[in-house]
């Protein structure tokens, strides 16, 4: 039979659409027509609930055309707690509930439990006060925390680059300018890797169990960095003072862009709200860091 599950992928050995039946194979057709048409029925019952209320059904009973009257249990009683397909249903909190444990009652107490919230339609959005790219790095075999713009003292957007740029222009007009341009001097320096800017955060690999996770990392700073250079976030989506560990699908081949903003919306009763939210679209594509190891170049004085 067909998966009796919603968006579960079939058996690639289960194929419907290729069973041969010639008009006369009542039989055959009969068969497939009862497992494409009827093997996964779905009857929906409209309720009315309150905005922002927990609705749970106590019992549904169905009476079909023979007067039968059947009570039909609750998905997690057929396919007991441990079952991860769940639908409309509260995730358990892990701080309060031992999932690894398996109790039964306190797990069936959570998913049989329907949560309406209030969720808005129409709304007005500002434009982005942080900004974070998550892109991979071919070059560099790894992936990176792109800060772009971050919510300056002053409430407003502030872009990073820049700061960063004036901030190293200020640095070279307040160093002594001998005036001498550098000289080659034949020989070779070694370097054990390029810098980067310091919005660019490492994102490495590192094993959860039979999955990839991404840690967010950092990078040390080099002789030639200023002590200014902090290369550690300084924005919310980041926030340094959380563990930041995605799923390694979180950052795609075409990047991910992360964005907070201030958005604004009208309740039903008249009341106003602002509140700053995130949102999650796709990226630009990969970047790269420039970031190299192991490099030979020429030592100038």
Same mark, same amino acid.
């Not at 070059?139 to 409430?155: K, T």
């Not at 930041?244 to 903003?261: I, K």
């Not at 008249?270 to 190891?293: A, D």
């Given at each position: ?211 990839? @996770? ?9 002789? +030639?960095?200023?002590?200014? %250079?902090?290369? $550690? *976030?300084?924005? /919310? ?40 939210? @995130? ?9 790269? +860091?420039?970031?190299?190891? %192991?490099?030979? $170049? *020429?030592?100038? /004085?």
């Amino acid at each position: 039979m067909p998966s009796s599950r919603l968006w579960e992928f079939e058996d690639a050995k289960v194929n419907f659409g290729k069973v041969e039946a010639n008009p006369q194979d009542l039989a055959r057709l009969l068969l497939v027509e009862f497992a494409l048409v009827f093997g996964n029925d779905w009857f929906i019952l409209p309720i009315e609930v309150q905005v922002g209320s927990l609705c749970n059904v106590a019992s549904l009973i169905v009476t079909n055309t023979f007067g039968e009257r059947m009570l039909i249990a609750h998905a997690s009683e057929v396919d007991g707690p441990q079952s991860p397909w769940r639908m409309f249903c509260l995730s358990l909190d892990p701080q309060s509930i031992n999932i690894s444990s398996g109790n039964p009652v306190e797990t069936a107490k959570f998913q049989d439990v329907f949560f309406l919230p209030p969720v808005l339609g129409q709304m007005l959005e500002g434009a982005a006060v942080e900004e974070v790219l998550l892109l991979r790095d071919e070059m560099a075999n790894m992936a990176w925390a792109l800060e772009r713009v971050i919510q300056s003292p002053g409430g407003y957007p502030l872009d990073r680059s820049e700061a960063l740029q004036e901030r190293r222009r200020r640095q070279e007009a307040a160093a002594p300018d001998s005036g001498a341009e550098p000289v080659p001097t034949g020989m070779l320096a070694y370097r054990l890797g390029t810098t980067v800017p310091d919005y660019w955060i490492p994102l490495l690999p590192v094993q959860d169990g039979a999955a990839i @996770r991404l840690r967010r990392g950092y990078l040390p700073r080099t002789e +030639s960095e200023s002590i200014e %250079d902090v290369f $550690e *976030p300084q924005g /919310l989506i980041l926030d340094p003072g959380r563990e930041l560990l995605l799923h390694d699908e979180e950052v795609p081949r075409e990047g991910a862009r992360v964005t907070r903003s201030y958005q604004y919306a009208r309740w039903g009763d008249g009341s106003t709200h602002l509140w700053i939210g @995130r949102r999650k679209q796709p990226g630009r594509g990969e970047g790269s +860091s420039g970031l190299r190891f %192991d490099i030979v $170049e *020429p030592m100038r /004085l």
